[in-house]
């Protein structure tokens, strides 16, 4: 069964028309409570599978995080960064031993294989995109075969900017062939607005969060995608630079938003300080209506906003939607290694005065 034949069988699904999988069945708030007691949601992903004696060494060279020592069984997240760091892919990894499977968002499978294959060069790696469906739940995973979430633990070689929001995380993403996807009950699922509302609350980042400037600081994402000890790879001079000796240029946030406005604020509103000029200061990235904490979005904003005020996000038509300020990344990321200021060659270091 594919997924779109199991979207099609789930009760009152209401279907996204971009994915064609179901947003929710109903009741999305109540749909959230049914997730964390472990209920099913269709993902749109595509997959990948990998084989060949030099599939983990090869990928750990190109990649962000550390895989050559991946045990069977084991899962890891990894980024493809561009020359000059900027995420370009976000690869959820499952290692079974012999075969290596890369979850990635709907849509991106096909540029990620096309550069896989590119830069397979005389690597023994073989690349097939199998006919799978993939199901996520926060309870027990649904078959053996699954990608288990680390966040927000701090990965082996990881480091972590900002303390975890405190709501709670356990994610993971089954990999299932059309028969095991058929012998599901159909009214287990819920639909994709309760796994992003989820999400969301955690300050877990995702491919939502990530624009053309995106780099892996400014996401928290060195706590789970990349080893800071490893090798080089492309992007690492970036990675090392910012993390050791410079800062983020921008950060994410949480908004806990004003619900009274009654303003639904979406991914690409603009977040503002508030005042007369309200200057923008950054970007809606995602945004859900949570069932415990109401109103909730992610952003990303710029280094210099302060961290002690609270914003504002200016919606498509020109609400203003009060927005108090969780700090997920402070301003104070990266420095790690900064080496103190020596003084200018030639100056004149004058005596205190006398007391």
Not at 55 to 74: F, R, V
Not at 126 to 141: H, K, N, W
Not at 266 to 292: F, L, N
Request: contains cysteine; glycine residues 10%; hydrophobic residues 45%.
């Amino acid at each position: 069964m594919s997924a779109a034949a199991l979207a099609a069988a789930i009760p009152g699904a209401v279907l996204d028309e971009a994915t064609g999988l179901p947003l929710h069945v109903g009741n999305p708030m109540a749909e959230q409570r049914r997730l964390r007691q472990g209920a099913l949601v269709l993902l749109p992903r595509d997959v990948l599978r990998m084989s060949g004696p030099d599939t983990l060494p090869w990928l750990d060279s190109i990649t962000s995080q550390a895989l050559t020592a991946l045990a069977p069984g084991d899962s890891a997240e990894t980024l493809v960064l561009s020359p000059e760091g900027r995420i370009e892919h976000a690869l959820r990894l499952r290692w079974t031993g012999d075969e290596l499977w890369i979850l990635v968002d709907a849509g991106t499978g096909d540029a990620l294989q096309a550069w896989l294959t590119r830069m397979r060069f005389f690597k023994q790696v073989e690349i097939d995109r199998p006919g799978v469906v993939v199901v996520g739940t926060a309870g027990e995973p649904a078959a053996d075969l699954a990608w288990i979430d680390g966040w927000p633990e701090v990965a082996p070689g990881g480091v972590r900017y900002g303390e975890p929001t405190g709501e709670p995380w356990r994610w993971s993403e089954a990999i299932l062939a059309p028969d095991e996807a058929a012998a599901l009950d159909p009214a287990r699922f819920v639909g994709t607005l309760a796994a992003d509302a989820l999400r969301i609350a955690a300050g877990r980042p995702a491919l939502a969060e990530v624009d053309e400037r995106s780099i892996p600081h400014e996401l928290d994402w060195l706590t789970t995608a990349v080893h800071l000890q490893k090798g080089c790879y492309r992007g690492q001079e970036t990675v090392a630079k910012v993390h050791n000796l410079g800062a983020p240029p921008r950060r994410v946030v949480l908004l806990h938003l004003d619900g009274s406005e009654n303003a639904p604020v979406a991914a690409g509103d603009a977040v503002v300080r508030p005042g007369e000029d309200a200057a923008e200061v950054g970007t809606v990235t995602s945004a859900a209506m949570h069932d415990e904490l109401g109103p909730i979005a992610l952003a990303v904003v710029k280094r210099g906003a302060p961290a002690d005020e609270d914003l504002a996000v200016r919606t498509a038509d020109g609400v203003l939607v009060a927005a108090a300020q969780q700090v997920l990344v402070p301003p104070t990321a990266g420095h790690a290694h900064r080496p103190p200021r020596l003084p200018r060659l030639g100056a004149v270091r004058r005596p205190a005065p006398p007391a």
